[in-house]
């Protein structure tokens, strides 16, 4: 038997796994499960990148191996789009790469800036891949906890001043999974100080900024002036345009950063498909009620899920953007013990909040995947299997 690497047995068991045996025991014992736990739209992609994607595949010029900043075309397309969407100027040859999915370029950004014993600051509750890639990379996580008093943004004047001179890489991520949270520019100029202050690389993580509600709109990091001294940001088609499966999405900022991380890139992976980044270029001229039409779908499921929690005990503010909802368990349960009885009493399946980090104890995340009336069935079964707010053990 093969001793695996310290790196990976560092790293916690994965948060799904555990769920899934669990999903696979209740479905044994016959219970019809509702799912309410990955964040994977449940809709097809956008029309106009699945036709384009037929035309792409078509044609030879696109079979070959990528460039490895992606091809002339997406860059122009997304770099366009920067303008349009946040009046942020770039320039499409050095401050804009083609990724294989955010998750990707997430990954390998902390191997381009941590080298052993450096600390990153991450967001806790958070996306796992901050923590895990740091670890892989030899560095340490320091958490800067995301809590509800302060509308879930870290308060940067809690880091103690040795981590933030220790400290390479700041991770944010606004609209935040889990919590939901956004935040405004008044916010991202005092990360950029903060950054520049100890000479922290700032990512910006950019997953949901176009699924945002009541009149919100999300902001590029950007958008702050000089932000593009210290900065990048990461953008995903996944989440905006139903395309998860098509692994694609740019990174866009500081042309040296950018630099280091393609030279990660350059050597594990060869960029993704050509044709997929021609469909993907088309995704930035969807219509845009094509996209207001998404929001609206995931506003009424978010009102109708909101509504429901509401009748059951739960108190809470209506949430802005991302199709995710962060809510306290009951008084006396842990994040896994409430997790446990939705899906053992009702069938339902959530993602326990201390999945994505200590201070995620005692929320669990709903993510609003699922149709209006399946929604309203888990809302059903939670009212008749006697699950509240004020339920007590
Ligand atoms: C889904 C998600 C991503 C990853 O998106 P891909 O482009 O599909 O890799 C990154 N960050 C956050 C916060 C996410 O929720």
């Not at 001179?165 to 606004?174: A, D, G, T």
Request: aromatic share 12%; net charge negative; with cysteine.
């Amino acid at each position: 038997m093969v001793k695996v690497s310290e790196r990976v047995e560092k790293i916690p068991p994965y948060l799904f796994a555990e769920i899934d045996k669990k999903i696979a025991a209740a479905k044994e014992k016959g219970v019809d499960i509702i799912s309410l736990g990955i964040g994977d739209p449940d809709k097809p992609t956008i029309q106009s990148v699945v036709d384009e994607m037929h035309k792409a595949i078509d044609n030879p010029k696109n079979h070959d191996y990528p460039p490895y900043a992606g091809t002339d075309e997406f860059r122009e397309a997304a770099t366009k789009w920067m303008k349009k969407r946040f009046n942020v100027e770039l320039d499409a040859k050095t401050e804009m790469i083609c990724n294989i999915g955010s998750k990707e370029a997430i990954a390998h950004v902390f191997f381009a800036f941590v080298d052993a014993g450096d600390y990153t600051l991450i967001p806790d509750p958070g996306y796992p891949v901050y923590k895990t890639a740091t670890i892989f990379a030899g560095g340490n996580p320091y958490s800067m906890p995301l809590l509800e008093e302060n509308n879930f943004l870290p308060d940067f004047d809690k880091i103690p001043e040795d981590i933030a001179k220790k400290s390479k890489i700041m991770f944010l991520n606004y609209p935040n999974n889990p919590t939901g949270a956004v935040c405004d520019l008044d916010f991202f100029k005092k990360a950029v100080d903060f950054c520049k202050k100890y000479d922290i690389l700032l990512c910006h993580d950019q997953a949901y900024c176009e699924m945002t509600y009541d009149g919100y709109k999300a902001h590029s990091i950007f958008e702050v002036e000089g932000a593009k001294d210290i900065a990048i940001e990461f953008f995903s088609h996944s989440k905006s345009y139903n395309m998860t499966g098509w692994r694609v999405g740019f990174v866009c900022g500081n042309e040296k950063y950018l630099k280091a991380l393609g030279t990660i890139k350059s050597n594990i992976d060869s960029g993704t498909f050509k044709a997929i980044q021609q469909a993907a270029a088309v995704a930035f001229d969807a219509p845009k009620e094509q996209i207001e039409n998404l929001t609206k779908m995931y506003q009424e499921r978010r009102d109708v899920m909101e509504a429901g929690l509401r009748e059951l005990g739960w108190n809470i503010k209506t949430s802005k953007a991302t199709f995710y909802l962060w809510l306290k368990v009951p008084q006396g349960f842990t994040s896994e013990e409430f997790a446990t009885i939705l899906l053992e009493k009702a069938g339902i399946v959530v993602p326990p909040g201390n999945g994505y980090g200590k201070y995620g104890e005692g929320y669990f995340r709903i993510a609003l995947t699922q149709e209006v009336p399946t929604l309203k069935k888990a809302i059903e079964r939670m009212k008749n299997a006697g699950i509240s707010y004020n339920m007590t053990k």
